[in-house]
């Protein structure tokens, strides 16, 4: 493509002087330790994961069978117990560390707490309990209200066990069953367990040295102490009035709790490494006329168009019209325009780049019309294609600036908190003092599978997951392994994702649903992938994921690419997912189920 070319006319900035910005910023905040600047959350860390919501019940240990046992009460596994009583199975158990159904809605109670994904496409099963989300973006409250409301609905708080974390799972050949322990104590048996214990379950610390020395009070976002701060989801945050609270982070978490910090605190202070891409919400109250005009189908037909917009597949309409399905729509018109009547992917590529740039232009300005310090205005422009982090959407948040009590403290050329001392913070060599510091780090993400989930199964013959994955994870379709029968997994594993999660979640469910019909109606006693299937499947997800990687490669590190390093693997899964997205892997799994030989999978 050259300067004359379609995409190049009329544009009001620099190309390349744009891409030589993102290569420097995205330089100088890499780190040689990659996800290793984290600490793992135990030991002396462990208080963090500690449940501030709900006190522990003591229970006897439990030993006996069931037909299903669910790994995580969240959307994924209330999907899964959903699905499966509507199959007609009735022997389920959700085994659950929290102490309710709502997974990540349990535990991310902070201030602010919403879902930016429309509620229409996000809450799943609205339609078949006849419920009416309020808003076009749910808040937690009423999110967490729901995944209660699907429990009750399909008696799935029958014989769940909360407060119970999987401490580790063994296959018997003999009796083709598994056995769950716990740290209760359990050592139940279940035919088929089912994983849902979602992508980002394991609070993560920033390795800031001197972090154990602070004497303030601290805590992580998913475990907000309203004890201390008063107050609850909807704010009131009032005990915080005499307070100087510094927030680390400004991912989709902290954009959406700092307003209501800057509303209480006495003085905020906001460490900034990288700035996020904040842009419009505009929430808006659900029509209820509107809503009564929905005819049956419409939740799945609504979430099908959002998928299909923010995965480039045409669509006549795009029915959720909101920041996301701008975004790809930006981009997709950006390609078919670089591309022209010669299509060739490189000039669509360059096209899409064009249309990025546009678009972050707009949200970069959307700073300067919002913050009135023109300094920490220029500090909160992000500096990279939009979908290297994770894109915000959120009213409040810039407008927060200008409060008299907020202070952006951007970290010097992106290093982070320097140091965390007795009394508060050390960044580009200046001490805040601070009574009360809030981790808004995030998730692990690159870690081990096995780490995140706290168990590593041990399938026929002995062998441990960790080994069988020894060189990277290996699945059929992303739900199970060779040598661990009956063993299924949801979420992002390599199989087709989305924005929209708990579509994703759905869809597995009802594939998994149907899988275990299938070892009934056959009267087997298991499933499970051949190796060579297993291997066909990652191979291809290889072959798949090369253009993805290169572009995660060349931005700002994150957990999109593994912080930085994703060329030497790890990252969100990305390279493991399957990368033509959750509406073209449905099609490859309804093809798949039409040949009743049920390919690639071993019946005993
Ligand atoms: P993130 O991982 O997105 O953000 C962590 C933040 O901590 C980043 O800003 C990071 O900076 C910063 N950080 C880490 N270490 C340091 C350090 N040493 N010094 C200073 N800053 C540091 O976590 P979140 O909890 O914000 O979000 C996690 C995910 O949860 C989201 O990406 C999203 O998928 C999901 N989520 C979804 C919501 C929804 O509406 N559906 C709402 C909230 C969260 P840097 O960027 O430089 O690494």
Known sequence: MNDVSPIHKDLDFDPEALRQKYQAERDKRLRPEGNDQYVEVKGKFAHYLDDPYVKREERAPLTDQVDVAIIGAGFGGLLAGARLREAGVKDIRVIEAGGDFGGTWYWNRYPGAQCDIESYCYLPLVEELGYMPKEKYSFAPEIYEHSQRIAKHYNLYENAAFQTRVTGMTWDDKTAL?????????????????????????????????????????????????????????????????????????????????????????????????????????????????????????????????????????????????????????????????????????????????????????????????????????????????????????????????????????????????RITEKGLIANGVEYEVDCIIFATGFEVGTSWWRRQGYDPVGKGGVKLSEHWGEGMKTLHGFFSHNFPNYFLMGMSQNGGSVNLTHVL???????????????????????????????????????????????????????????????????????????????????????????????????
């Open 178 to 418: 598994w056995t769950i322990t716990t740290d209760r104590g359990d050592a139940m048996k279940a035919r088929f367990v089912i994983s849902c214990t979602g992508p980002l379950n394991r609070p993560k610390l920033p390795s800031i040295p001197g972090i154990d020395t602070f004497k303030g009070h601290t805590f992580h976002t998913s475990r907000w102490d309203y004890e201390y701060t008063g107050g609850n989801h909807q704010g009131g945050l009032t005990k915080l009035r005499d307070k100087r609270v510094a927030i680390i982070g400004t991912g989709a978490t902290a954009i959406q709790s700092v307003p209501f910090l800057g509303e209480y605190a006495k003085q905020l202070y906001v460490f900034q490494r990288t700035p996020s891409s904040v842009d419009l919400r505009g929430n808006k109250p659900t029509d209820v006329d509107w809503f009564k005009t929905l005819k049956p189908g419409w939740q799945r037909e609504r979430r099908l168009n959002f998928n299909n917009m923010v995965t480039g597949q045409p669509v006549e309409e795009d029915m959720v019209q909101d920041g996301w399905t701008e975004i790809f729509r930006t981009l997709a018109a950006g390609f078919a325009l670089g591309a022209g009547e010669k299509f060739s992917m490189e000039d669509g590529a360059l096209g899409a780049e064009i249309a990025d740039f546009k678009k972050m232009n707009q949200v970069r300005r959307r700073v300067d019309d919002t913050v009135k310090n023109p300094e920490a205005a220029e500090k909160l422009k992000p500096w990279y294609r939009q979908m290297c982090k994770r894109p915000t959407f959120n009213d409040d948040f810039l407008p927060t600036f200008n409060r008299p009590n907020v202070e952006l403290v951007d970290t010097s050329e992106g290093k982070g908190v320097e």
């Open 506 to 604: 759905d869809d597995q469910a009802q594939h998994i649903t149907w899988l275990i019909g299938e070892v009934e109606k056959r009267q087997k006693r298991y499933l499970e992938p051949t190796a060579e299937a297993e291997h066909e499947w990652v191979e291809e997800l290889r072959k798949l994921a090369v253009m993805n990687t290169s572009f995660l490669e060349a931005c700002t590190p994150g957990y999109y690419n593994a912080e930085g390093k994703i060329g030497q693997g790890g990252g969100m899964g990305f390279p493991q997912t399957y990368t033509p997205g959750a509406g073209a892997f449905n099609a490859l799994l309804a093809k798949w189920r039409e040949n009743t030989d049920m390919p690639g999978l071993t019946l005993g």
